[in-house]
């Protein structure tokens, strides 16, 4: 219904979003020669432009600066398996700790839900009772890594000197309200839309393009990493 207004508005241009990376909208039959953009989504069809966050890139950072800070046993909590972004955000976890010349441990890896009671059930399980113990933690997104710490405080554990927490998202309302405030991989989303309006003109005006582009990642450091001896 949406979509018919829009059409019969004349429009020059569609940007299509979803509120999830690896989801297809269903957007039904375009009229031949519209330009389409999908952003922060995917389409079934081959000859569409997509643009879409670099999931594993943005990992890569995340565990790359735990490392830089002298942390050697980093933990991953995260989402649902299915979800395209935990698999792309796994991989750059592990390509990251080879490239760090740090063991990838099984037992470090717990994938269950997006909310902070995952991330207090996961410190439970990495923490209790155990011996070894990860000193780091990259976790799945903002909610899970507020969850996490609140956990390790909870159990007298020191965030960031003896645990140190990274989310994703950069969702500033749970980033800055954390105790400490969280560091987090930030997508960019609005440099994602801004990419989107500079290629939609574009396409418009006749250029071609197709494909699924990554755009990159970035780091916003906070407290949650920033230990007092490095």
């Known amino acids: 219904q949406h979509l018919d207004q829009l059409l ?29 953009i999908y952003v922060y989504s995917q389409a079934d069809d ?13 990992a890569r950072l995340a565990i ?30 592990l390509a990251a700790l080879a490239e760090a010349g740090l063991a990838a441990r099984p037992e470090f890896y717990l994938s269950g839900k997006w909310t902070e009671e995952w991330g207090r059930d996961a410190v439970a399980t990495l923490f209790d009772g155990k011996a070894e113990r990860p000193d780091a933690i990259f976790c799945g997104n903002d909610l899970i890594a507020r969850g996490a710490v609140d956990a390790l405080r909870e159990r007298g554990i020191a965030v960031p000197n003896e645990v140190a927490v990274v989310g994703f ?22 440099a994602l839309g801004h990419e989107a309006g500079r290629l939609l003109i574009g396409m418009i005006g006749g250029d071609k393009a197709r494909g699924i582009r990554r755009l990159p990642c970035t780091l916003v450091v906070r407290a949650s990493t920033q230990r007092q001896n490095t």
């Open 169 to 190: 998202d950069n969702w500033e309302v749970m980033t800055e309200a954390a105790r400490p405030p969280l560091t987090s991989v930030d997508m960019n989303l609005s």
């Open 64 to 93: 790359r600066h735990l490392s830089e800070i002298g942390s050697k046993r980093i933990a991953h909590i995260t989402g649902p398996e299915h979800f395209e972004a935990v698999q792309l955000r796994r991989r750059g976890y």
């Open 8 to 36: 019969g508005k004349r429009i020059d241009g569609l940007v299509v979003t979803a509120r999830r990376a690896d989801k297809r909208p269903a957007v039904g039959p375009l009229p031949a020669g519209l330009p389409v």
């Open 46 to 58: 081959d000859d569409a432009l997509c643009l879409l966050p670099d999931d594993e890139s943005g």
